[in-house]
C-alpha cells in the first residue's frame, strides 16, 4: 500500500490561509470517511488535529478544518499564527487488511 | 490524566534483539488498541501494527509483517514492539498511539518515543 500524497511544503504568512491535500485512492481516502490530521513539532510527538474527515478533538482551535472529495482530503488552516509551523500528517483507514496508511507529510512554514 | 510512557533511547549492534516498550496510564489499557508508528530519520509517519490489549489480538501493516512482533502485558499496562534480529535499517524513532475507541479509526494520544539507533 503506497503512502498518500501530501506537497512536501507549503507557506503562508500570519493571518493567512493554507490548505494542504491528501490524496489516496478509492480503497482509503476515497472509500471511508475515516481521515485524520497529526502535527508534529520537530522533536515531538505527532498530536491528533483532525479526526472522521472534518471533527476537532477538544483543545484543537477552530482555525483548523478538515475536508473531503473524492479521493482526496484536505486540511485548512485559518489565519496562520507562528506556532502552526510545522510538519502535517493525513491518516487513512484503508480496510481490514493494510488497516491504516500515512501521507508522506507537509512542511508548512509560517513566513 | 490519559498517558503512554515509552522506553528510554537504545543503541543496539546489528543482529541484536531488542523489545521496546509503552506503558499506558490513566485510561482502562485492556479496552483500547494500542498502534505503533516508525519514523525513520528525516522521515514520514509509518503505521506498524496494532495489538487489543484485553485479548491480544494484534494485526500487522503488510509492509511489517514479519519483521516486528507486538505484543501487550495487561497485568502491567504495558505494551512492547520487538524485534529478533535488527537491521540498520531499523534506527528510527518509534511511537505507540492510542486508537481513540471502538468503532474509531484516529489515534488520539501518543508516547514520547524511543530512539532506536543501529549501528556496528
Known amino acids: 500500500q503506497s503512502a498518500l500524497t501530501q506537497p512536501r511544503s507549503v507557506s503562508g504568512s500570519p493571518g493567512q490561509s493554507v490548505t494542504i491535500s491528501c490524496t489516496g485512492t478509492s480503497s482509503d481516502v476515497g472509500g471511508y470517511n475515516y481521515v485524520s490530521w497529526y502535527q508534529q513539532h520537530p522533536g515531538k510527538a505527532p498530536k491528533l488535529m483532525i479526526y472522521?474527515?472534518?471533527k476537532r478533538p477538544s483543545g484543537v482551535p477552530d482555525r483548523f478544518s478538515g475536508s473531503k472529495s473524492g479521493n482526496t482530503a484536505s486540511l485548512t488552516i485559518s489565519g496562520l499564527q507562528a506556532e502552526d509551523e510545522a510538519d502535517y500528517y493525513c491518516?487513512?483507514?484503508?480496510?481490514?487488511?493494510?488497516?491504516?496508511?500515512f501521507g508522506g507529510g507537509t512542511k508548512l512554514t509560517v513566513l | 490524566e490519559v498517558q503512554l510512557v515509552q522506553s528510554g533511547a537504545e543503541v543496539k549492534k546489528p543482529g541484536e534483539s531488542l523489545k521496546i516498550s509503552c506503558k499506558g496510564s490513566g485510561y482502562s489499557f485492556t479496552s483500547y488498541w494500542i498502534g505503533w508508528v516508525r519514523q525513520m530519520p528525516g522521515k514520514g509517519l509509518e503505521w506498524m501494527g496494532i495489538i487489543y490489549p484485553g485479548d491480544s489480538d494484534t494485526r500487522y501493516s503488510p509492509s511489517f509483517q514479519g519483521q516486528v512482533t507486538i505484543s501487550a502485558d495487561k497485568s502491567i499496562s504495558t505494551a512492547y514492539l520487538q524485534w529478533s534480529s535488527l537491521k540498520a535499517s531499523d534506527t528510527a524513532m518509534y511511537y505507540c498511539a492510542r486508537l481513540s475507541g471502538s468503532g474509531t479509526y484516529y489515534f488520539d494520544y501518543w508516547g514520547q518515543g524511543t530512539l532506536v539507533t543501529v549501528s556496528s
Open positions: 472522521d474527515v472534518s
Open positions: 491518516c487513512s483507514y484503508a480496510g481490514s487488511y493494510t488497516l491504516w496508511v
